[in-house]
């Protein structure tokens, strides 16, 4: 059998990767068949430590579990300075990377198991969230940066933002520089002031995969990607540690490729918190520490994260209160560098500072409302998306459900799924959000009624998964009746 590239990323450029970070996304043809080389392994779901660590630590739970033994696994390192003028205070803004690098200390043994101890590793941060954490610790919310976002990168103009790592020092061993630059980088972009960091290696994942075990998912439609091997019907499959790789890794056959697999990674992050949450787990206390074990030797954090004060905070965080959003973006275009054509993320830098606001300022009208009854909303659906008859569709499919239509329009591209709202229709816009996971909702005076104007993510409404009864039979499995509101993918959720 020929050999083929695990991934586009295996492909170099004709110019220096640091100054443009990763390669495009697209792959240059059909996989020749064959299960994938080990590389496709990397940068699979090394990055849900990230913010389990940070759930797992909030909970009464942990009162089962020594706190030394704990930090005494954690590397430390000095990356946070002090900061003049902090945007939200006394709340917490933690940054949470993901690359490839191998921790001191890993084994042949270790690395074997991986599939990638040939490979060495690397330093481009390919996962980038800040969790943030409000002053009551009541919730938190995932924002997610793309790592081919196209940005200022102090001192190097223009480049992806997960060359930052790279450029501050990253690749030449300097971690805390290259830290330092990631973080610049991002409080420039966003306006808020990283108060936390927290790195991850990609062999944390597995030893966490083994102490937690499987993981139900949803999905709206079957999927069968060569590329990531990810084969699974429509509705409720339980995973293994190996199809939750191909699960967050799948790209291809997505609308919109990696930024679709940001959202299955933000979704696979939810799941995961609802077991880690799960009385199976936090009464547990063998489970419970063999799970921190796992986490304590796989972060780096900066030197002045405090686990028992952050542990504090959230002690009364839970799963429904967890919310994921994506930084406003404009589309996905092919420029031009050099002699080099490369794929980039374009930021909508004019809207980032309403987005932020939104979700950290105070409480909205759109948040305290409760959903108002279906069959009292009246609905209208806009295609931006681009697809023939996706706004006629999405209208049948809202019409079931019972809500009142209007007749389905087109309207200017767009890159994400919207609710838009006008003032004082909060409740009936927080009803359309319950069957539209992942959608986010904006108040808009340009609307007279709520809208939903779907981009070319692939969101679409969807009716949520009804809970079998209790003395159902076990196969097949339907996950409990609740409906995902907003940005939070709640327990029944079914994503694309």
Known sequence: ???????????????????????????????????????????????????????????????????????????????????ADDYDGPAQNILLVGDDHRPDGATAEDLAKLGTEDDGGGVATDTMM???????????????????????????????????????????????????????????????????????????FYNIAEALGPIDVCLNNAVNDPYSTLNLPAGISTLNAQQALSFVRQRHGLPNGDLDRQVRQQYFLSMEARKILSAGTLLNPGKLGNVLDAMSGAIETDSGLNF???ASQVRN????????????????????????RISVVEVDTDAIPAFIDDLIGEPSAYETAVAAAV????????????????????????????????????GTLQAATTIEYPAGQEAAAKAV???????????SADVTGVTV?????????????????ADAPATPATPAEEAPAGTTYAAGACIN
């Open 308 to 310: 028992l004060e952050l």
């Open 453 to 469: 104007v779907l981009g070319s993510d692939g969101l679409t409404p969807a009716a949520p998964v009804e809970a079998a009864p």
């Open 433 to 443: 959000a319950a069957y539209l996971p992942g959608a986010a909702a904006v108040e």
């Open 130 to 204: 800040v969790m943030h954490i409000p002053a009551d610790g009541s919730s938190a919310t995932l924002i997610s940066f793309p790592r081919d976002s196209w940005v200022d990168v102090p001192g190097f103009g223009k480049n992806k933002l997960n060359a930052a790592f790279s450029l501050g020092g990253g690749a030449s061993g300097d971690n805390v520089g290259g830290a330092k630059l990631l973080i610049e980088t991002i409080q420039n972009l966003s306006g808020l002031t990283i108060d936390h960091y927290v790195r991850v290696s990609l062999l944390g």
């Open 317 to 340: 965080l839970n799963a429904d209160n967890i919310h994921s959003a994506t930084i406003p973006i404009l589309g996905t275009p092919t420029i031009s560098v050099g002699n080099s």
């Open 1 to 83: 059998m020929t050999d083929r590239p695990s991934s586009y990323d295996s492909f170099p450029l004709p110019v220096d990767p640091y100054l443009l970070g990763e390669p495009p996304t697209q792959p240059p043809g059909p996989p020749a068949g064959g299960p994938g080389r080990p590389r496709k392994r990397r940068r699979v779901i090394r990055w849900i430590v990230l913010g389990l660590v940070l759930v797992l630590l909030g909970t009464g739970g942990y009162a089962f579990y020594n706190y030394q033994r704990f930090v005494s696994g954690v590397t430390t390192v000095d990356v946070i300075g002090e900061t």
């Open 375 to 410: 069959t009292d909303v009246s609905v209208s659906v806009v295609n931006s998306g681009g697809t023939a008859g996706a706004a006629a569709a999405a209208t049948d499919v809202l019409a079931g459900l019972g809500f009142v239509t209007d007749e389905a329009a087109s």
